[in-house]
């Protein structure tokens, strides 16, 4: 990042150049890129880079409380380009049904509040010493078809996130862009849509066909990278584009192609990442965005 | 595996009670479930167990050479399943898609040679710095054309192994079945065909269907679990059935529903499993494969 030299008096982040480089103009930062962060730092830290839209995360809102999370983002500036998230309602037993639609309801609360573009939902895997997923699925379909009504009302759009099979077992039984929208089709875009990942999704052999059919169900575009070997913790595997092996060019043109204006959502699980300064970190994450990303969109 | 007394002069192998355990008629050792072992270790350990059949390796039997192979199966009266593997053919560089060919013209005559039910094709990732995983999957099934004439004229059918997304990088870049039977559908069944791997293709949203739609294409059937926490070394990440999230009886009932006839082999890559007396692997895999495998044949 570039800074330059500016009286002491002004507020620094308004003359960062990069307040003004249209370039960002969709970029979003996922809290969990900057996971060494608070939701005041991760502000400051997005305001400062001149990114304009933030992904937030329920359980660093929940630490300062929903009032002053939205007094913070209103005083900001920032959009809110998702909450995450919902979800994991695989679980049979009834009593953990019910606390997972409680949870999921109140969720939705949040994302009202906190103005958020869409509320992702992670799936969840399988119950412990369970091994039919498709009763799994079968179940994330049903519990999702309950959210909808009060989704609505609140004027929530719910995302489904399909994630990579490698959850399966362990966190998210929705584990294609085909699947997710054959889920999806069966309710009103405005109510569910379906949040396209690259590391997820960069395998799926009909991944641009199954986008172009998304077409206005996309909710969120994350990006980040599938990089080789993959780390011991497999959940902390992913990279910063331009790491790994996906095509991020061919990839952005094709969610461009549906007409999707929303923000572009960075979001990577990874040890050295988090490791890192955030400023640092977030400067890569716009040089990458600027080179790989926003040129296509 | 239970033993008895014999008298020594008795060859002890026609004597053990599981050598004429027909629950175990159709079950066949993959060489790699005994990486520990070498062909000849893997071919009596095979034998004295009462498992009449066996999935080869290209290199173990480059080992002893082709003669010396042919001759020892001949002799122990056991089945060859397969013969693992041809396929990384999703090299770009002429020299490199030569030698691929060349490679699996070998392989083809190796089969022929070892009389197995197929020959098992990894496809290959993606070449060193290649993002283009569309372009990578083209080339495969070019390669893949190139080789029929050759397989027919030899009478070895060609079984393309779809490999979990998890190994779409640097492995195989084909990641589903239904992907699999997309091109393998332009061929006769005689010439290509399909490997079902339950670890590859667990997850596969419309496994069942696709499974169905396979039909007699299917060349091979492949059995290992599917364990969490994944090891450090994903590609050694496969479990003893049983031990993971895999449904054995939902994924064998679909299967013979197909009419598939051939030997179900035990592949598993296991660093643990290596590590154990090869006698021992093979008790466990015997008692979960009639526990979890045999009944729903």
């Known amino acids: 990042m570039t800074t330059v030299d500016v009286p002491s008096a002004t507020p620094a982040r308004t003359c960062t150049p990069d307040r003004d480089d249209a370039r960002l103009s969709r ?36 630490e300062v409380g929903l009032v002053t999370a939205r007094a913070w983002l209103d005083e900001s500036g920032l959009r809110v380009s998702s909450l995450c998230r919902g979800g994991f309602f695989t679980v049979s037993e009834p009593g953990a049904v019910a606390a997972a639609h409680a949870s999921n309801i109140a969720a939705i609360d949040e994302a009202a509040e906190l103005g958020a573009a869409t509320l ?10 369970d091994k039919d997923i498709a009763a799994a699925r079968r179940r994330a ?10 989704a609505r009302e609140r004027g929530v759009v719910l995302g489904i996130e399909p994630m990579h099979p490698i959850f399966a077992a362990d966190r998210g039984v929705v584990s294609s862009l085909r699947q997710a929208l054959d889920i999806a089709d069966v309710f009103a875009p405005s109510e569910v849509g379906v949040v396209v990942d690259t590391y997820h999704l960069w395998w ?18 994350q990006v980040c990278d599938w990089i080789t070997p993959l780390p ?15 095509s991020f060019p061919t990839f952005t043109t094709a969610v461009a192609a549906t007409g999707y204006a929303g923000d572009i ?19 890569t994450m716009k040089r990458r965005y600027v080179e790989l990303v926003q040129p296509f969109l």
């Open 204 to 221: 799926e052999p009909s991944i641009d066909e199954q986008i172009g059919r998304a077409g206005d169900r996309i909710v969120s575009f």
């Open 232 to 246: 011991a913790d497999t959940l902390l595997g992913r990279g910063m584009m331009g790491d790994g092996h996906i």
């Open 27 to 62: 970029l979003s930062l996922n809290q969990r890129t900057t996971a060494q962060w608070s939701l005041r730092e991760a502000i400051d830290g997005a305001v400062a880079a001149g990114i304009p839209s933030i992904g937030l995360w329920r359980e660093p809102v929940a």
């Open 141 to 150: 379909v049903e519990a999702l078809a309950r959210l909808v009504p009060h």
């Open 265 to 283: 959502e960075v979001e990577i699980f990874n040890a050295d990442v988090w490791a890192a300064p955030g400023d640092e970190v977030i400067a």
């Open 120 to 129: 992702v939902l992670v799936p969840g895997g399988l119950p412990d010493g």
